[in-house]
């Protein structure tokens, strides 16, 4: 099983044509992703031919040959696609994304940073008064291993397993996947560490409780903002499956921004020890660092605890 993404989604590459969506494209296929199309309006009605000679849903040996579409609707209409990768230039990522919703899109998985935070206020609240739910922005997006990888996360560092991921963090989320191989993932989600994103830890727990091939929940989270302690109130009110935590930014000075722009401590608020303290609060095991919070992963599994 898997949440938002399967081997059955469609998925089409907003600014597919580019250096960066050529190159993930190409990383997209050889995981195994269904991608039906790339959306450029100068490029329309083209066919970009892919090399992808180890394919894991059998593809491959041949060029894998993609159609260029004008808009995201056309696009929609001509494949079924359901999920969109938008690697489109921060500029242009509201429209792109706002086209996406306005097209009936279930999913749009924006990988583009630099976006500015209106515009992300903008396509986010406008994602979901469309029924388009949004990863992102300025995030690895997503993968559930063995079916498909809608992002740049990479495939080959894990396989597919029992432990669901959410984090803020695009490299946490890698050595987590790959600390914890031989367990393996439902799937892992990277919601991305902006102050403004259109899905929350919550989101992602609420649907891992769901889902029933989902054992145990790893959230990742980092200083800055409340999302860590709002999902510790979730996890207290609604999780009975068992949930694992890492919190990056202890050594990080107060008042600054760290790497992400959602990454800036105010005072006592959103430091990483309040976060800590808010999770186990509710029960959940913190570790101090990503190989202890694997261990712990691995600890929970074994015991059942």
């Known amino acids: 099983m898997a949440i938002y993404l399967s081997k059955e989604s469609k998925v089409l590459v907003q600014g597919m044509t580019g250096g960066e969506g050529m190159k993930h494209t190409r990383r997209m296929l050889a995981a195994g992703t269904d991608v039906v199309g790339g959306v450029n309006p100068r490029k329309a ?6 090399d992808v000679p180890q394919c894991l849903n059998g593809l491959g040996g041949a060029p894998i040959a993609v159609p260029v579409f004008g808009t995201v609707a056309e696009g929609m209409a001509a494949t079924g696609a359901d999920v969109t990768v938008v690697f489109v230039p921060p500029a242009f990522a509201k429209a792109a994304v706002m086209e996406a919703a306005d097209a009936g899109i279930g999913l749009a998985v924006v990988i583009t940073e630099g976006i500015p935070v209106h515009d992300s206020v903008a396509f986010t609240s406008y994602g979901q008064r469309n029924g388009t739910r949004i990863i992102g922005p300025n995030c690895p997006g997503l993968i559930t291993p063995g079916q498909s990888n809608a992002g740049i996360i990479p495939a080959d560092i894990t396989k597919p397993g029992r432990i669901g991921l959410v984090s803020k963090s695009g ?5 987590l996947m ?3 191989r031989d367990i393996g993932f439902s799937t892992c989600v990277g919601i991305g560490g902006d102050p403004v994103v259109g899905t929350s830890h919550i989101d992602c ?9 989902t054992e145990l929940v790893v959230l ?7 999302a860590e302690e709002r999902a ?6 609604h999780m009975t499956k068992p949930v694992v935590g890492y919190i990056a930014g202890f050594t990080a000075p107060e008042g600054r921004t760290m790497g992400h722009a959602g990454a800036i401590v105010s005072g ?4 990483a020890r309040a976060k800590q303290e808010a999770l186990e609060a509710v029960g959940v095991r913190v570790g101090s660092t990503p190989t202890e919070t694997a261990r ?3 600890e929970l599994l074994e015991t059942g605890d």
């Not at 009605?45 to 892919?50: H, K």
């Not at 727990?205 to 091939?213: C, I, M, N, Y």
């Not at 510790?232 to 009110?237: E, K, L, N, T």
Request: avoid cysteine; charged fraction near 20%; charge should be negative.
């Open 232 to 237: 510790a109130a979730y996890i207290r009110d």
């Open 171 to 175: 490299t946490l989320t890698y050595q």
């Open 220 to 226: 990742i989270g980092e200083i800055g903002g409340d």
């Open 296 to 298: 712990l992963v691995l």
């Open 178 to 180: 790959y600390e914890l």
């Open 268 to 271: 006592s608020a959103g430091t």
């Open 205 to 213: 727990l609420a649907a891992f409780q769901e889902d029933p091939d």
């Open 45 to 50: 009605g083209q066919t970009v031919d892919f």
